[in-house]
């Protein structure tokens, strides 16, 4: 079984404020992907990371993939309000074909 | 809504009875995963299957639980002779062929068991 540590648990911040979570292993993912979920509702799909190093932004979020493919970062700049929800970080680990293993999630509340 | 479509939303079952829950994938994608989350803990993984086959069902309990995905209709997760721990939403996604394909999501089904 492959341990995965998201922090994070909990992420209380205002309005304006940036912030960080990070995803880690101890084993290589092949590929990751961010998730935010919100009560009631799935996962939503916010980007997938696939090179080690590489670094993808939407908006104002900022991903970054480990070099050595076994941590990730969301970065969030200026959070807001709409930003509050549950943000997963799902890899999927070398060998383990496609099924995704989720981390606990980090529950952001972001206060106007 | 080209979205994953799963129903019902809501499932009450009392003890001892059947659950089926459906899923149909996004248009285009032939590939159907089901996780389970139960109160207070993340994600996990159960099943993956493509039409007319199961792929992986490492994470599928090994007794009352069975996944079909037909070649035509959607993907049904049936429980048999449920149980209180059964409590939980049921998360469907589906993805492309590739095998880098990111997997999306429908809403959930949650299931509580009186």
């Known amino acids: 079984t492959q341990l995965l540590e998201q922090s994070p648990q909990f992420l209380s911040i205002q309005e304006g404020e940036n912030l960080t979570v990070y995803c880690n292993s101890s084993?290589?993912?092949?590929?990751l992907q961010w998730y935010r979920q919100e009560p009631g509702e799935g996962p939503v799909l916010l980007v997938t990371?696939?090179?080690?190093?590489e670094v993808k932004k939407l908006k104002r979020l900022t991903f970054q993939f480990g070099d050595a493919r076994k941590d990730s970062s969301l970065h969030i700049t200026a959070a807001q309000p709409g930003d509050t929800g549950l943000y997963l970080c799902?890899?999927?680990?070398?060998?383990?074909?496609?099924?995704?293993?989720f981390g606990s999630g980090t529950q952001l509340t972001v206060l106007p | 809504n080209a979205g994953v479509m799963q129903n019902p939303r809501h499932l009450v079952r009392r003890r001892g009875q059947e659950a089926r829950l459906r899923c149909s994938p996004m248009?285009?994608?032939?590939?159907v995963y089901w996780y389970r989350q139960l109160p207070e803990e993340g994600l996990k993984f159960m099943v993956y299957?493509?039409?007319?086959?199961?792929?992986?069902e490492s994470g599928m309990p090994k007794e009352r639980f069975s996944a079909e995905f037909p070649k035509e209709g959607p993907s049904i997760l049936r429980i048999q002779q449920v149980v209180r721990g059964d409590s939980a939403a049921y998360f469907c996604?589906?993805?492309?062929?590739?095998?880098?394909?990111?997997?999306?999501f429908g809403d959930g089904t949650r299931l509580s068991i009186l």
């Open positions: 299957l493509q039409k007319e086959n199961i792929i992986d």
């Open positions: 996604a589906s993805s492309g062929t590739g095998e880098r394909q990111p997997q999306h």
């Open positions: 799902a890899p999927r680990f070398s060998g383990s074909a496609r099924q995704l293993t």
């Open positions: 084993s290589v993912f092949s590929s």
């Open positions: 990371v696939v090179t080690g190093g």
């Open positions: 248009k285009g994608h032939s590939h």
